[in-house]
């Protein structure tokens, strides 16, 4: 197949799992064996399609870097999962904006080298997809690298909570450019969000009353740290408001980020707390604890997302994919129940959906 040329924007712990990921999954010849991703091949490409040609960040200890060791450099925390290869991809500056929030100042070291022409590298090294990767509270840095795939013409995909494929002015931009734009705000693999709403669906299809539920999480990495400062409002927000569509009535809910613990590193403690009352009002309650690591959570579903992406680039399809993003983010233009969103991206990658 021919290669997905990918520009990584930001080189935190989820593009260390991801170009990572590629290396573990490359040699891997079948279904039996890509244990751990949800589709082997999706619309034929393979994980080992997925070329990165370009990579942005602000701190010196990956600026300047091939990207094969700007993954491992601090204050990346994630996981060590296989040996990178060089890349011959080196790490260039981006334009630092509101990168960096109060509490990632002695954190982030930002790198005295000046600021390339982001637009014009994603044009030298022509990329087709620009995968935005930046702390959750970089509002404005998002936005900047957005402006910057539309002057290159690639197609944006925004794992970040910054309202791009939810906003309409901008997937408005994108379909005048004539590129997709796929968010906002990633969907786990072992998610939080589905995980709750699967338990409160479950109970309710049953019969069971929910009154009361939280959700609440604890974790380690740097993006756990800017959450605490910048974005912990927002993501309870839209947590809060996807786990809302799981009941047919009305209860009292709160989901989202909470806490930042340092030794914790990049693993996350999700707790889910359910109340409510079954035959006879007879009350229940239920407590979990998940344990996952962060980053490794958000490569199943990249893959995915790069790989309908590519198909919807091959289909000249351009604008808001309403399917692919119902399927992989939390806060997509058009939210539906899973099942849906599943169908929807079947269908889309079937070809039987237009976006
Ligand atoms: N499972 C997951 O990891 C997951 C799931 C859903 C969403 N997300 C989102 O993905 C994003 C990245 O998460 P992460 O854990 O990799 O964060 P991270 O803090 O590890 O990485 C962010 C990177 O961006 C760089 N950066 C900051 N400002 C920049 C700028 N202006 N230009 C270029 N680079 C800049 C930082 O130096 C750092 O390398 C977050 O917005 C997060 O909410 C992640």
Redesign the pocket.
């Known amino acids: 197949m021919e290669k997905i040329r990918v520009a990584l ?7 260390s799992a991801l170009v990572q990921g590629v290396q573990y999954y490359k040699d891997t010849k079948s279904e039996e064996q890509a244990i751990g991703l949800k589709h082997f091949l999706l619309g034929g490409y393979h994980a080992r399609d997925i070329e990165f040609v370009s990579a ?4 010196r200890r ?1 600026v300047g870097k091939d990207l094969c060791e700007a993954v491992f450099s601090p204050p ?1 925390n994630t996981l060590k999962l296989t040996e990178v290869p060089k890349q011959g991809v080196v790490v260039q500056k ?4 509101d ?2 929030g109060e509490y990632l100042k002695n954190v ?1 070291q930002i790198s005295d080298a000046p600021p390339v022409d982001v637009a014009e590298v994603l044009k030298a090294t022509r990329a087709e997809i620009v995968l935005n ?4 509270g ?1 509002v404005k ?1 998002s936005e900047w690298y957005a402006e910057q795939a539309l002057k290159a013409k690639c197609a944006f995909v925004n ?3 910054t309202p791009i494929a939810s906003n309409l002015v901008w997937s408005r931009k994108f379909e005048d450019a004539g590129v997709p734009v796929v968010g906002d ?2 969907i ?1 693999q072992v998610g939080a969000t589905t995980l709750h709403k699967t338990l409160l669906k479950l109970l309710s299809d049953s019969g069971v009353k929910i009154t009361e539920t939280y959700q609440l999480d604890v974790g380690g ?3 756990s740290l ?1 959450t605490l400062d910048r974005t912990r409002e927002t993501k309870r927000t839209i947590k809060t408001k996807a786990v809302a569509t799981a009941l047919p009535y009305k209860a009292e809910i709160v989901a989202g980020s909470t806490d930042f613990v340092d030794f914790l590193e990049n693993r996350r403690d999700s707790y889910f707390w359910l109340q409510g009352t079954y035959f006879c009002n007879v009350p229940m309650r239920m407590d979990v604890r998940l344990c996952t690591v ?2 490794p ?2 490569g199943s579903m990249l893959f995915d997302v790069i790989r309908a992406v590519k198909i919807a680039l091959n289909r000249k399809i351009k604008g808001s994919l309403a399917s692919v993003s119902a399927y992989a983010f939390k806060n997509p233009p058009q939210a539906e129940p899973l099942d849906i969103a599943e169908q929807w991206f079947r269908e889309f990658i079937e070809g039987k959906r237009e976006g």
């Open positions: 924007v930001g080189v935190g712990n989820c593009a942005f960040d602000i701190d990956k990346n981006g334009a630092t904006l990168g960096v982030i990767l930046l702390p959750s970089a840095a794992v970040t909570p705000d990633l786990d990495g740097t993006e800017d962060d980053a959570n958000a």
